[in-house]
């Protein structure tokens, strides 16, 4: 005679919660290793996206560092030529220099040649001195050209006055009617009238003629150095 289990419904009911129990735990599981997957993505994204910043960084760097390389390179060439350009304007301005002085030292020289010369100044003095006067109504556009003749006219004077203080301690050099005649040209040439146009400005700033211009006393030196 068989015995029959007696059927027990809290037993069934176990293995049904065991059975998902199980369940729940191996989808936990898989749902663990999926997030720690996504997990370990993100983390190798971001990974490259730092790797990625930093060799644009490095990049940008570099960059920078050539760019300022250039720069300095093209600053340090530039004031290389400045100063190549520099001692050649020295060097002009000495050899202009030079040749005035040479200029000067052949005009100061006791001879008919150097009167002449000095007559030949004051001849070119006083013409430019009537024509700038004569351009005090020129348009501003054209004032440049009169700045232009009044630097060469002081420029002129300058010379005229450097000839007459150099004759001082010439005096046995000259016969006592020569010396006489030059010293009373020195006196006339020394005056404090005449004038120095870029020290006193263009004539355009003048409300009335100069004095010199009226009654230039060039007329007078003409005739004193004139034989």
Do not use: C
């Not at 060799?55 to 560092?65: H, N």
């Amino acid at each position: 005679m068989s015995v029959r289990k007696s059927w027990n419904p809290f037993t069934k009911n176990k293995r049904e919660l065991e059975r998902l129990q199980q369940e729940q735990y191996q989808q936990s599981q898989i749902q663990l290793r999926t997030h720690r997957e996504e997990l370990d993505r993100q983390e190798k994204a971001r990974q490259e996206q730092v790797k990625q910043l930093q060799r644009q960084v490095a990049y940008q760097q570099e960059e920078l560092k050539r760019e300022k390389a250039a720069k300095a390179a093209q600053e340090r060439a530039a004031w290389e030529q400045l100063q190549r350009e520099e001692a050649e304007r020295q060097r002009l301005l000495q050899i202009a220099k030079t040749e005035r002085e040479n200029r000067v030292a052949r005009k100061h020289q006791i001879s008919p040649e150097s009167l002449r010369n000095l007559r030949e100044l004051i001849r070119t003095r006083y013409a430019l001195d009537v024509e700038i006067w004569r351009l005090r109504d020129v348009r501003r556009v054209n004032q440049p050209l009169v700045i232009a003749k009044m630097e060469k006219a002081d420029a002129v004077l300058a010379d005229i006055i450097s000839i007459v203080l150099a004759w001082e301690g010439t005096e046995s050099s000259w016969t006592p009617s020569e010396w006489e005649q030059a010293m009373q040209v020195k006196r006339r040439l020394l005056v404090d009238n005449k004038r120095w146009w870029l020290k006193t400005g263009p004539p355009w700033e003048d409300v009335q003629p100069s004095p010199n211009m009226r009654e230039s006393p060039h007329r007078e030196f003409r005739r004193r150095v004139s034989p």
